[in-house]
């Protein structure tokens, strides 16, 4: 079976859900405690062995491409620079979907499996393996496209993609069907599609034939249904914690718990909830 090698991190999406502050600000720059969003998950992947890195971008996100200056790199964990990365850069012409920006990776991917992470998500690991590891790793024993999972509350479907399935055992999942926001009363499961995502190369001709779909984009869920269609298609129950940081509730509620993990706030975190109990 084909090693990953390389990973794809879309951050093209125009962040209307943050507004006004991505009107001149990309989301996957916004700070937790000193580093970007996309720094976690640049990191992420240089953790689980990926060193070719693919970030699509759009119009607004040149300050991306300014914070991975090759002198900017050495703040990032790579563990050794044997695992020092390459990172690309290419720039989704419309901001027409998520199905959309991932078309632009074809050329960077050629013909081997690829990881994606979403560049607004940041994932926190219960276990000694990250999220993206732990991904690989069900890869590894299946052999199959696999994407991760999680339960989200019925009436936050209509915020994801939503699958049904049948439980493998455990944490994995062989996918039937896959919706893109589904409204509660039409979605198919509770189980939502988190964005992270391990592709085959095929998934490039899946998203070749679909049609704009939720929101009038090319949906990636859309693509992803046509290959459940004629292969087999796993998900992963990840164990750990996700932090989407699209909207401004979702980013302070990340940086607040990312501070209260950090010993070095801890002096600042309790005094403000000193000052918060007196009023
Ligand atoms: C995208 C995907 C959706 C997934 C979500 C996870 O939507 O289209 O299927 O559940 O990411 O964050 P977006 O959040 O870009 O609207």
Redo the contacts with the bound molecule.
Sequence with gaps: MQKIRKIVIPAA?LGSRFYPLTKAQPKEMLPIIDKPVIHYVVEEAIKAGINQILIIVGKGKEALINYFDSHELDSLDTEGKNRFPEIFFVRQKKPVG?GDAIRYAQKFVGNEPFLVL?GD?IYQSSSDMNVAQQLLSAFEKTGSPIIALEKVKKEKTK???IISGENLGGRLWLIKKLV??PEPKDAPSDL????AYILPPEIFGYLEKIKPGKNNEY???DALELLARENKLLGYEFDGTRY?I?TKELWIRAFIEFIDKDPRFEKILLETIEKHNKH
């Design positions: 999406g998520l979403l998500t915020d994801y993609g893109e926001k939502a599609i988190t964005g949906q990636l869920t989407d699209g």
